[in-house]
């Protein structure tokens, strides 16, 4: 780990990005502004080093990061969702993921443990800032907690047991073993309740660009639906579905700047960018580039609206590929969609599978109905079902909703036992059982003798 503890360590090179994120930064630091007496110095400086860090979740498209838009190809491709056209990824497609590489299993780690840094060095910066307002530290402290919880829920469910960061002591940090699965979703968890208690209702910018306390509830939901705390889990969800949020009927504006349903959204860090990086990924060119698989063409009703409005296809060399098509091309002179990253949707299906595992049959077909008939404008299921049955097309319908969407069917797969039956049949001559979680790159490895490779590597 000493490969990024020694360019981070003082908190100078945290911000080093900030000036370059020109989208989320008011008002820009200079080059002598980034000391770290100064970051501090005034609300405004303050500010410009949280934006600095949603600005570092977009900013990158080559080398790729887990919050550049690519977890939605490389998920995709790891799971049954996606087949890679271009061949770039191969190797991901065949779930045999290189470790001796420079590819996404190494800056997914690598870019992930950055910006975690960045959030310790704005948590540590705040403990000695008397210029700031109090509420001010408040705000920045709940966001610090939330984006250090968000960033370790996704390297645990890729990597498995990691090693948990939460200061900038990078002596400390060079030589920190992996902790458990169990230990690490404590971790989340706690840092989300800290930043729950801190933050408040409203958003503190405009567009849902930074956290609110509902974007952190909704974190949560998530979280306790992974440790399968189904009570939990149902209890989140539905402080979000009774929040200030709905649904979006038209399939089209579920992923517009301005509609109803995102809960939490990213901006690209180019201001003059006219597409999100998700469109960028998945939009081809003259040649087809990550398109669907048969199996997810097959999960897919021809009279649902979102394959209708999700889905589009190209024609190559007289035969017909279809691409997730939720993000548009660029088109004019302004951006008429972010990255949505958490939104309404995700929690109806979250409190029907909770419920469904309390065996509350009802309200959990009720919750599966709710996203069927206003995304997808299909008959409801009808009752009778027996919660296996249900659960499963709790599943099927989260593939469908998802699709092509921050990895959702690759962890779903994964969290619900489910990856190795499905992908043996798809994948037989490469998959192994062990290919669940991605391999620690061997530069990793070798800066730090207490870490450990994941098995099957």
Known sequence: ????????????????TLCSCEAYLEPDLSDNQLATSDVFVSDATALAAINGIYGD????????????????VIGGLCADELYDFTQEYQAYNINEVPFTAFGPEYYYWFDTYNIIYSANAILEGLEDAPNLSEDLKIQLRGESYFVRAF?????????GGIPIIISTDYKENASKGSASVSEVYEQVVNDLKKAEELLTDEYPSSKK????????????SRVYLYMEEWQLAEEYATKLISGPYALEEDPNNVFTIENEETIWQLMPSNANSTVVNEGRWFNPGQTPTYVLTETVLNALDTEDARFENWVKNVEYENQMYYYPFKYKPSGGTSIAQYSVVL????????RAEARAKQDKLNGALEDLNKVRTVHGDLEGFAGGMNPEELLSKIIEERQIEFLGEWGHRWLDLKRTGKADAVLSVLKPKTWEATDVLWPINTKELGANPKLEQNPGY
């Open 1 to 16: 780990m000493k490969t990024y503890i020694y360019k981070l360590c003082c908190i100078v090179t945290a911000f080093v």
């Open 57 to 72: 979740f977009t900013q990158r498209v080559d080398p790729i990061s887990i919050s550049n838009g690519s977890l939605s």
């Open 151 to 159: 960033l370790h829920f996704y390297l645990v469910n890729m990597y």
């Open 209 to 220: 660009l930074r956290p609110n306390k509902y974007v952190v509830q909704a974190m949560l």
């Open 343 to 350: 939104r309404l949707g995700e929690q109806y299906l979250i």
